[in-house]
């Protein structure tokens, strides 16, 4: 397995990896696809884990802002993986290929929503117990959490606001 910076070329494999691997919520690729067609995604920090020739999983960051605030910060989400390609690692090389990438362009944080169990490992820990309150479309606010990538730095505090496509989720 190789994970690399995702390409144009991956994008209809990337939407494939989402739909399969939330198909308990569909609304996952849509929420991709409006990250990267609204610019509001890092390229950068888009990544794939290929097998082969085969893309078997995906992750991507994208900015959210601090409410009252014209500080923005970047959320890791969504992380993808093919339901067979699962268990595999994958996963986790896709969010140590994220913590390295984003620590590398300067930023303090990183946040995202998803199961503490599995991200704590990655240094994840309850935002909302450091000053930032999950945003209200938020699916799960306990499962909010923000990993600190810069310990001398002093990000604002505050309500987090998902880009669009994730504010839009119907």
């Known amino acids: 397995m190789t994970v690399r910076v995702a390409t144009d070329a991956d ?7 989402h739909a399969r691997a939330f198909t308990h919520d569909p ?15 890092v390229p950068s920090l888009s990544f794939v884990a290929v097998e082969g020739e085969r893309v078997v999983g995906h992750v991507m960051s994208s900015w959210s802002e601090v409410e009252g605030s014209d500080e923005r ?30 620590r590398a362009l300067g930023e303090p944080v990183i946040f995202l929503e998803g199961n503490p169990a599995y991200y704590g490992r990655f240094g994840f820990v309850r935002a909302y117990e450091l000053g930032w309150p999950a945003p209200p479309e938020a699916l799960f606010d306990w499962a ?16 987090i606001v998902y880009g669009a496509p994730f504010r839009e989720r119907g």
């Open 11 to 17: 994008f209809p494999a990337i939407l494939d990896v």
């Open 27 to 41: 609304t996952v690729p849509g929420i991709v696809e409006g990250l990267h067609e609204l610019g509001l995604h």
């Open 73 to 102: 910060y970047l959320q890791l989400s969504p992380l993808g993986v093919l339901p067979e390609s699962q268990r595999r690692g994958h996963g986790s090389a896709l969010v140590r290929a994220t913590l390295d990438g984003a």
């Open 144 to 159: 909010f959490q923000v990993a600190i990538l810069d310990e001398h730095a002093s990000p604002a505090r505050g309500r």
